[in-house]
């Protein structure tokens, strides 16, 4: 028996792009980055200045490019308080502020993007790129030929629609899964969004052409429902409704590093000693006005008063530290009471209140009961991983639409971010903690081994990478473009009247027109004949 021969290693250079969004857009870009890096292959890094830090933990990046400046904090924090304030039914008129924000980067990223690509030792053989950089890499495409990949958090909007799946991913009203058990109501709602945001849209759409057109961009972006380039979804089918997905299109999720910081003493100890803890965690940028911040204490402090819970674990960023009103009070089942502060201040032992909490190891600990999340893309890809329940209040995008997920997933229940009450809550928390019936627990270790098995899809995701690198460099010939992407369905080379057989269907229709014409002329001509004949005999009669 003869031995098939092992591949010729040639080493390729992936730049991998994340600039405005913050760290959790950057995290599955660069552990995709450190997989191509174990395989030999060398990779680059580009953000924006400021930003470069987010490789650190990952030594195997070569090489680091630094953009222009990053997103200012101010700008930051009033982009976080409209999407914070945001209700889905009052449309996207009011957030448009911070598409602009965003998109008003891309400049700053095509130019570097450009000098990088035209560089003698920075030329990249691939580019992967967050979504937020999904036009600059694109440009790189269409001007240079450098095949892209873009990460997305949750399934894209506009790509791969499914009938069964109301309007789109983030922009939905009523945030359901799919249209099995909404209401006519809601899913009209729901694909009516983007038809009411239209005014919205192409202002944009016309503010984005000029900005491209003034530094010099002329050309189009194409806007199709199926890609022309790899596009990785840093999700998986059960938390995502399972639909049909183009080649280009995979979900590889959930991505996450092979190793994750462990719990320090002060962790473990309390851990161990409040072994029904409820984990809080609403992501670095919610900052929560006073009013809800006291709505959140007063729900956990009446969960701990009726013993559904018996300790608190809560990361709480320095800026929501910072605001919270410290003087504010609370009154406990037996009398006694304890302010914000001294929650904050650690003079509680039910309490502990970081700024920042090893949140995988939390999670992996089996005196986590609860994990009171805001549903972002890595907290529930981690909350999944690791089989802890959630009760989830999300505050927009795949937030809102992780929300109603992982509620239809069976592993925890979810809040409304505007109406939401302290006896909801503690509600929620006991049904959670308690699950009478054990099915929260049998969808959380369900939910558990399907996300264990998808995490190792990020080596699929390399191996996408380099296939695709492969065809690539193989179906050009000094710039000429011999053949297709292999992974490109023909019917994005079609005209739609021949890929959607309308072409058939009207001939079809055509010839059997013609025929029912000529039958019908035919027996008409048959019957006047016959007529002619039976009075020629009566006459011969």
Known sequence: MMATSPETFQKRRILLVSTVGGFTHAAPVLELGAVLAARGHEVHFGTNTGQEHWASAYPSISRIHSFGPALPDDEAEQHYTRMRQ???????????????????????TYFHLRELVLGPDTTPDMIIADFFVDAAAKDMMIEFGVPIAIMWPQMPYILAPASYIPGQPGFQVDFTPTSERASIWSR?????????????????????????????????????????????????????????LPPLMLPVGPILSDEFAGLDDMYLDFLESHDKTVYVALGTHIVLPDVDLAKLIRGLVMSLDMGHINGVIWSMPIAAKRRADTTASLERKGGSSLTVGGIINGSHSEFLVTSFAPQRATLEHTSTRVYLTHGGGSSANEALFHGTPVLVIGYFFDQLANSARLVEAGVGLAMDKFDFTPEGMA????????????????????????????SRRKHLAADMVEEVIHDHELRFRRGQELRPMHLQTADMRMSIWKARNWDLWATSLLFATMAGTACFLGVGYIRRLDSTSFKQVMEML
């Open 86 to 108: 945001w209700r889905p039914s009052d449309g996207v008129g009011s957030i448009m502020q911070s598409k602009y924000l965003f998109d008003s980067y891309w400049p700053d």
């Open 188 to 244: 009209i709602r729901n694909e009516m969004v983007l038809f009411w945001a239209l005014p919205h849209i192409m202002g944009w759409t016309r503010w984005f052409k000029k900005l491209r057109k003034r530094q010099g961009v002329h050309h189009a972006l194409q806007v199709a429902t199926k890609p022309n380039h790899l596009v990785f979804i840093n999700s998986f089918f059960g938390l995502e409704p399972p639909k049909d």
């Open 427 to 454: 509600s929620r928390i006991w049904a959670i903690v308690v699950d009478p019936e054990g099915k929260i627990a049998r969808n959380v270790e369900r939910m558990k081994r399907i996300a264990r098995v998808a």
